[in-house]
């Protein structure tokens, strides 16, 4: 069965960090591109990070740049979005996603969705 299941939103006060994981079914893990949306509340679902499937390149939105890092457990089949330095506008719902190798996504991009976790940035 295809599955992204994501964990570790919460809480925080700015400037303070946390770390989500999508866990990925191996059969996805293995064939497409891993990387992370966000949608705050009225506003559209934008891009985030995008983790390669060829060659690991690793990209970002303008305002997560330096703050956010993506990286992978192959043996795990989980993609981790570190956050750093987090700020109240970083409050959202963060959605895992595979999609097609690039630079950048769109929302149609997307074959396979996880169901999203909810960050919330205390000022």
């Known amino acids: 069965q295809v599955q992204l299941v994501e964990s570790g939103g919460g809480l925080v006060q700015a400037g303070g960090s946390l770390r989500l994981s999508c866990a990925a079914s191996?059969?996805?893990?293995?064939?497409?591109?891993m990387g992370w949306f966000r949608q705050a509340p009225g506003k559209e679902r934008d891009f985030v990070a995008i983790?390669?499937?060829?060659?690991?390149?690793?990209y970002y939105a303008d305002s997560v740049k330096g703050r956010f890092t993506i990286s992978r457990d192959n043996a795990k089949n989980t993609v981790y979005l570190q956050m750093n330095n987090l700020k109240p506008e970083d409050t959202a719902v963060y959605y895992c996603?595979?999609?097609?190798?690039?630079?950048?996504?769109?929302?149609?991009?997307?074959?396979?969705w996880g169901k999203g976790t909810l960050v919330t940035v205390s000022p």
């Open positions: 191996g059969r996805i893990f293995s064939s497409y591109a």
């Open positions: 983790r390669r499937w060829r060659g690991g390149t690793t």
């Open positions: 996603a595979a999609g097609p190798d690039g630079s950048s996504w769109y929302p149609n991009d997307i074959n396979y």
